[in-house]
């Protein structure tokens, strides 16, 4: 099986900042996107993880697997 390249899951956009508004404005913003989303269609023979680290992580397929991002560590990932 070919290695597939790694498309950043995370995508970045710029909210318009009105010249009245209230409050401190966010410049960027950022959401996550699944790992699904990047893929075609799920093709055969993908590795799997462990039965237990599936379960740790979520998924049979490290090719599915999205890393969370709290957003109350600010930056910090967990898994």
Do not use: H
Request: with cysteine.
């Amino acid at each position: 099986m070919q290695s597939q390249e790694r498309v950043s899951q995370e995508r970045v956009w710029f909210p318009f900042v009105g010249p009245y508004d209230p409050c401190p404005p966010e410049r960027i913003k950022s959401y996550v996107i699944p790992p699904n989303l990047t893929m075609g269609f799920q093709p055969c023979g993908l590795p799997q993880y462990s039965t237990m680290e599936a379960l740790s992580v979520g998924t049979l397929w490290p090719a599915f697997y999205s890393p969370y991002r709290s957003n109350r560590g600010r930056g910090r990932v967990t898994t």
